[in-house]
């Protein structure tokens, strides 16, 4: 490494006293839970659609999200890591530096997976993996001092808007046809799912986040309110879906899909988790799987 970074990591990251990072924590630090969220997005996509189980698709989701986030976190170059990761995630930050000539040729070999996957799904579907790190680059890693990730709201909005679309594309990737409207509830629903997923994974990052620029919900407004915001945003999203039922917009037993996601968030908020962002990542995906079965099981698309 041609950079000193042995000042930006706290003092107990480096004694022989560290408590040692255990597997799931290791699992979170590898954005496994992030990948099986992209999962879930794209389940979520396909049962409102009726579509089967984009097995391809959700694949691909997993393999591209984890890439992009890992590599998000280690760098394509050898630059210093983000002041304000190195502030919120030490652990995180001194487990991927310690293991970054591993973790990033995986990442990339995750990404070129993805892309060889989906690449004879069409230009649209191929164009979900470079898309990924386009916006992975334009979200955290432009050279201004005004970062997409550093303005209130819209980092919110980046992240919701561009797992959605993601999963519009991977969701109905076997598709012959679609309904809009069923694509617009689709869309609508996990965007507001995600705006609230992501504003409630900011509360483990708010103190670090004010000390270091980046304008967050939490840091601006208090865990409080944050929660009642996600609350908010969850339940719209499970009106929509209800509703949609009775309007025609959708074909099915779609209410679980309405219910269970929601349910997820309200049950989370009376918990008070003591830290968020692995239990969202983690209870979305379930939720859903919970509600598809409930709705009933769809056939399975293969992987190619």
Not at 13 to 33: D, S
Not at 96 to 109: E, K, Q
């Amino acid at each position: 490494m041609s950079h000193d970074t042995r000042g930006l990591y706290p003092r107990v990251m480096t004694g022989p006293h560290v408590v040692p990072v255990r597997f799931l924590e290791a699992l979170g630090h590898l954005a496994v839970w992030a990948g099986c969220y992209a999962v879930g997005c794209v389940l979520f996509v396909a049962a409102i659609c009726g579509e089967p189980l984009p097995m391809r698709g959700m694949l691909v989701a997993f393999l591209a999200t984890t890439g992009t986030y890992l590599l998000d976190r280690v760098g394509i170059g050898s630059g210093l890591p983000d002041r304000a990761d190195v502030a919120s995630q030490p652990r995180r930050v001194h487990f991927l530096r310690r293991t970054i000539p591993a973790v990033r040729p995986m990442a990339l070999g995750l990404l070129v997976a993805a892309l060889a996957l989906i690449a004879s799904a069409g230009l649209l579907a191929a164009l979900v993996v470079p898309a990924s790190l386009v916006g992975m680059l334009l979200y955290g890693h432009t050279p201004s001092q005004r970062r997409l990730k550093d303005v209130l709201l819209i980092k919110n909005l980046a992240v919701a808007v561009s797992l959605a679309a993601m999963a519009l594309v991977l969701g109905t990737l076997d598709a012959s046809t679609v309904s809009k409207s069923a694509l617009g509830v689709a869309g609508g629903a996990l965007l507001l799912h995600v705006m609230a997923a992501a504003m409630l994974c900011d509360i483990d990052d708010q103190h670090a986040d004010a000390r270091c620029g980046t304008k967050t919900i939490p840091n601006r407004f208090g865990p409080k309110a944050t929660w009642f915001l996600a609350d908010v945003f969850a339940i719209m999203a499970g009106g929509l879906i209800w509703f949609s039922g009775d309007l025609g917009w959708t074909q099915g037993r779609v209410w679980p899909l309405a219910v269970v996601p929601t349910a997820a968030v309200l049950l989370m908020h009376l918990a008070k988790p003591m830290r968020v962002r692995h239990l969202v990542d983690i209870s979305f995906p379930v939720a859903v799987v919970i509600a598809v079965l409930l709705s009933g099981s769809p056939p399975v698309t293969s992987l190619t």
